[in-house]
């Protein structure tokens, strides 16, 4: 139904080009993209903000501390390695357990493989030279707790955690969906790589409409679960967190990635930049008529110091 631009302009289809011109180029200044571009630089900001983010166990920044890197995992806990400057879910290794082996461990997959210490170094070594990185730069590998997702996403999702993509316009969330790992996606909640993306009412927190490859689904294709009965808990403390971390980077045009961790709540995984539009396939509905209504209002006397749970309270009373 987007394929005609007729259809596209009635929906209020943002595309690409005009993302990147109207909104990223004018309300991303360049020099604020190191805050969300290097995660580790995003962690530090946000934690330092008293944003909940997932805990940090260590970071890898040198070759010759590779051969230590045993030292620096957890011994018993899941965990998850990914480079600081990569993009797209590439480089994220998840940990789901880990298991004695005499002197050594084994290291669970989320997919159930099982490698060994010597694999983490590879892929340590891999991370640290660029592989992952934006522009093929040195890289740094981050070492965080694994997210132990809220048992009301279980069915929902295929050995991987699922996330929540909420679009911040000058600190307003307008616009969410929720991105389920699939087999086809290797447990990743990457929707180029086959994840379900979800639409999520920015009000009420219940799904909407959901998406695979671009095309409408019901169910997750593995678990069979009907996709319609998906409820986000705690939807208004996500919408809040999504909201500060406009306060934060100042990046007006913002994709924020929350994960819901049983113990911690709402947590910031990472922000984008440049977020991808795919989002408004999942909802059913284009991005424009939004932006260009808090555009409008954010200019007003009234709106130019609202606080964070202001900006929330409005979207909620806007969108409904």
């Known amino acids: 139904?987007?394929?005609?631009?007729?259809?596209?302009?009635?929906?209020?289809?943002?595309?690409?080009?005009?993302?990147?011109?109207?909104?990223?180029?004018?309300?991303?200044?360049?020099?604020?993209?190191?805050?969300?571009?290097?995660?580790?630089?995003?962690?530090?900001?946000?934690?330092?903000?008293?944003?909940?983010?997932?805990?940090?166990?260590?970071?890898?920044?040198?070759?010759?501390?590779?051969?230590?890197?045993?030292d620096f995992l957890p011994a018993s806990s899941g965990f998850v390695i990914k480079p600081a400057k990569g993009s797209g879910g590439k480089g994220i290794l998840v940990i789901q357990q880990v298991e004695a082996?005499?002197?050594?461990?084994?290291?669970?997959?989320?997919n159930g493989a099982v490698v060994d210490i010597e694999y983490l170094k590879r892929h340590c070594s891999n991370i640290l030279a660029g592989l992952y990185s934006l522009g093929g730069k040195?890289?740094?590998?981050?070492?965080?707790?694994?997210?132990?997702?809220?048992?009301?996403?279980?069915d929902f999702s295929y050995e991987g955690v699922p996330d929540i993509r909420v679009i911040v316009f000058k600190g307003y969330p307008i616009m969410a969906m929720m991105r389920l790992s699939t087999q086809a996606s290797d447990g990743k909640a990457n929707l180029h790589q086959g994840a379900v993306g979800v639409g999520i009412d920015i009000v009420s927190g219940k799904a909407l409409h959901a998406v695979q490859f671009g095309k409408p689904v019901k169910e997750h294709p593995d678990t069979h679960r009907l996709l319609e009965e998906l409820q986000v808990p705690d939807w208004n403390n996500l919408l809040l967190l999504a909201a500060q971390c406009y306060d934060e980077t100042?990046?007006?045009?913002?994709?924020?990635?929350?994960?819901?961790?049983?113990?911690?709540?709402?947590?910031?995984?990472?922000?984008?930049?440049?977020?991808?539009?795919?989002?408004?396939?999942?909802?059913?509905?284009?991005?424009?008529?939004?932006?260009?209504?808090?555009?409008?209002?954010?200019?007003?006397?009234?709106?130019?110091?609202?606080?964070?749970?202001?900006?929330?309270?409005?979207?909620?009373?806007?969108?409904?």
Do not use: W
């Open 138 to 154: 040195s890289d740094i590998a981050i070492v965080e707790r694994i997210i132990e997702f809220d048992d009301a996403f279980s």
């Open 250 to 320: 100042q990046l007006g045009f913002l994709g924020a990635d929350i994960v819901l961790d049983v113990q911690h709540g709402p947590l910031v995984l990472e922000l984008n930049a440049r977020p991808g539009l795919a989002i408004q396939i999942a909802n059913g509905c284009g991005l424009k008529p939004r932006l260009r209504l808090i555009e409008n209002k954010v200019n007003t006397f009234r709106h130019k110091s609202l606080s964070a749970e202001q900006r929330v309270e409005f979207c909620l009373n806007e969108f409904d």
């Open 1 to 70: 139904m987007f394929a005609n631009p007729f259809s596209l302009h009635k929906l209020g289809i943002l595309g690409m080009n005009e993302r990147n011109s109207r909104y990223v180029s004018r309300y991303n200044p360049r020099h604020l993209y190191p805050l969300v571009d290097d995660k580790l630089q995003t962690k530090q900001l946000l934690e330092s903000s008293g944003i909940n983010v997932p805990e940090l166990i260590s970071t890898i920044k040198e070759q010759s501390t590779i051969q230590k890197l045993i």
């Open 101 to 110: 082996n005499g002197r050594d461990f084994n290291y669970i997959k989320a």
